[in-house]
T-cell receptor, first 115, second 114 residues
Framework: KQEVTQIPAALSVPEGENLVLNCSFTDSAIYNLQWFRQDPGKGLTSLLLIQSSQREQTSGRLNASLDKSSGRSTLYIAASQPGDSATYLCAVEPRSGAGSYQLTFGKGTKLSVIP | KAGVTQTPRYLIKTRGQQVTLSCSPISGHRSVSWYQQTPGQGLQFLFEYFSETQRNKGNFPGRFSGRQFSNSRSEMNVSTLELGDSALYLC?????????????FGPGTRLTVL
């Protein structure tokens, strides 16, 4: 059974700092890995999707990497801003008959950027 | 283009009642997935529909059911509500191809069971 872990559960940084969020998964048989952000009481906003054949994706100040063999992904946020404060979730789409067409999520990292 | 919409946004029900939640996907998307989010368990997959067919189902009791209509809109139903069903229910839509599709989530329906 695929399990996704995100460490740390919470992170507080001063504005302007670069930071890295970590995600690990137990089964490397995945189609893709996605990073989302969730603001309190709201739905999820997709940030980046990395297909299993890719190593990284970039969007603005965000860069996500994927090392499928070691079961790890990182989300790098450059020059953090107070507006980046949210919970960041990673999710994998398992490559298996029973696991297809669904996402398995980590519990998230709650990020606070202090002005 | 319009995003994923969910109705209602908030619901309060009592134990034993049943509830129906609705999700309208992004235009052109044929896949709709449902997730339950609770503080303790996080996000858990309920089921996924594509072209009116359920392709995958999570590990939830039979009280949780869903369906998809020909216009790709989807509903989920929970019968005989329990206190533990209180959660944020999220739906997501995509084109429906494994591996390449980004999932777009709606704002969710907050269900409170008293």
């Amino acid at each position: 059974k695929q399990e996704v872990t995100q460490i740390p559960a919470a992170l507080s940084v001063p504005e302007g700092e670069n930071l890295v969020l970590n995600c690990s998964f137990t089964d490397s048989a995945i189609y893709n890995l996605q990073w989302f952000r969730q603001d309190p009481g709201k739905g999820l906003t997709s940030l980046l999707l990395i297909q299993s054949s890719q190593r990284e994706q970039t969007s603005g100040r965000l860069n996500a990497s994927l090392d499928k063999s070691s079961g790890r992904s990182t989300l790098y946020i450059a020059a953090s801003q107070p507006g980046d404060s949210a919970t960041y979730l990673c999710a994998v789409e398992p490559r298996s008959g029973a696991g297809s067409y669904q996402l398995t999520f980590g519990k998230g990292t709650k990020l606070s950027v202090i002005p | 283009k319009a995003g994923v919409t969910q109705t209602p946004r908030y619901l309060i029900k009592t134990r034993g009642q049943q509830v129906t939640l609705s999700c309208s996907p992004i235009s052109g998307h044929r896949s709709v997935s449902w997730y339950q989010q609770t503080p303790g368990q996080g996000l858990q997959f309920l089921f996924e529909y594509f072209s009116e067919t359920q392709r995958n189902k999570g590990n939830f009791p039979g009280r949780f059911s869903g369906r998809q209509f020909s216009n790709s809109r989807s509903e989920m139903n929970v019968s005989t509500l329990e206190l533990g069903d209180s959660a944020l229910y999220l739906c997501a839509s995509s084109f429906g191809s494994s591996g390449t599709d980004t999932q777009y989530f709606g704002p969710g329906t907050r269900l409170t069971v008293l």
